[in-house]
C-alpha cells in the first residue's frame, strides 16, 4: 500500500516562500508509471492541480503559478518537494501530494493534506 | 483549458435514493474522466476512472457513464456514508487536468 505524507510549515509570511515535501513509502519514487503531483484546495473550493514531477526530474507546471513555482524530487530520500515563492493571502489552502498514473491520468494515492495559511 | 460544468452543485436525497450527478466537459473528452469523493477534512478518493471503470475496493453501488462531452455518476442507492462532496476531473487534454467545481450530497 503506497502512503504519501506531506510535511512543512502551517503559516507562512506574506511575499516569502512556502515549502513543502511529500514523503513516500510503500512504492519507490523511481517506478516509471507515475507522475508525482502536488493539488491545492482552497477553503471550501474545489481542487487545482499545482503540477508534476517524474523521478527523472522533468517537471510541468500550471501556466497560473508556473513563474512561482518549482518541484523537485530526491529519489534517494522517496520525497518530493513544492516551493511557491511571493505567496499572498490567496496561496491559503490546504496542499496535497498524489500519485498520478502516467497513462491513464487518476490520482489513486493521496496524502492527508496540510493546511497552508499564508498570514503576517 | 477545458472546462469541466458538475450539476448539480449540491443535492439533497433520502437513504436509497438513486443519485445521479452529470459532468459537462467544453469539448470532447473522449472517456478521460475520472470521478472522486472527498469527505469532510479528508483527501479526495478515486471512485471510477476513465468514465465507467470502478477503481480498487469501490463498492458497486457507484457507476459512471459517458463519453465525449457528457457524463454520469450514480449512487444506485444511498448510503449514509456517501454523504461526500463528489467531483469529476478530465484528461484529455495533457498535460493540463482540470477538475469539475463539486457536487455536494447531503442526507434528507
Known amino acids: 500500500q503506497v502512503h504519501l505524507q506531506e510535511s512543512g510549515p502551517g503559516l507562512v509570511k506574506p511575499s516569502q516562500t512556502l515549502s513543502l515535501t511529500c514523503s513516500v513509502s510503500?512504492?519507490?519514487?523511481?517506478?516509471?508509471?507515475?507522475?508525482w503531483s502536488w493539488i491545492r484546495q482552497h477553503p471550501g473550493k474545489g481542487l487545482e492541480r499545482i503540477g508534476y514531477?517524474?523521478?527523472?526530474?522533468?517537471?510541468y507546471y500550471n501556466p497560473s503559478l508556473e513563474s512561482r513555482v518549482i518541484i523537485s524530487v530526491d529519489t534517494s530520500k522517496n520525497q518530493f518537494s513544492l516551493k511557491l515563492s511571493s505567496v499572498s493571502a490567496a496561496d491559503t489552502a490546504v496542499y496535497y501530494c498524489?500519485?498520478?498514473?502516467?497513462?491513464?491520468?487518476?490520482?489513486?494515492?493521496w496524502g492527508q493534506g496540510i493546511l497552508v495559511t499564508v498570514s503576517s | 483549458d477545458i472546462q469541466m460544468t458538475q450539476s448539480p452543485s449540491s443535492l439533497s436525497a433520502s437513504v436509497g435514493d438513486r443519485v445521479t450527478i452529470t459532468c459537462q466537459a467544453s469539448q470532447d473528452i473522449n472517456n478521460y474522466l475520472n470521478w472522486y469523493q472527498q469527505k469532510p477534512g479528508k483527501a479526495p478518493k478515486l471512485l471510477i476512472y476513465d468514465a465507467s471503470n470502478l477503481a480498487g475496493g469501490v463498492p458497486s453501488r457507484f457507476s459512471g457513464s459517458g463519453s465525449g462531452t457528457h457524463f454520469t455518476f450514480t449512487i444506485s442507492s444511498l448510503q449514509p456514508e456517501d454523504i461526500a462532496t463528489y467531483y469529476c476531473q478530465q484528461y484529455n487534454a495533457l498535460p493540463p487536468v482540470t477538475f469539475g467545481q463539486g457536487t455536494k450530497l447531503e442526507i434528507k
Open positions: 498524489a500519485r498520478e498514473g502516467f497513462g491513464v491520468k487518476y490520482f489513486d494515492y
Open positions: 510503500g512504492g519507490s519514487i523511481s517506478n516509471g508509471d507515475y507522475y
Open positions: 514531477i517524474y523521478h527523472s526530474g522533468r517537471t
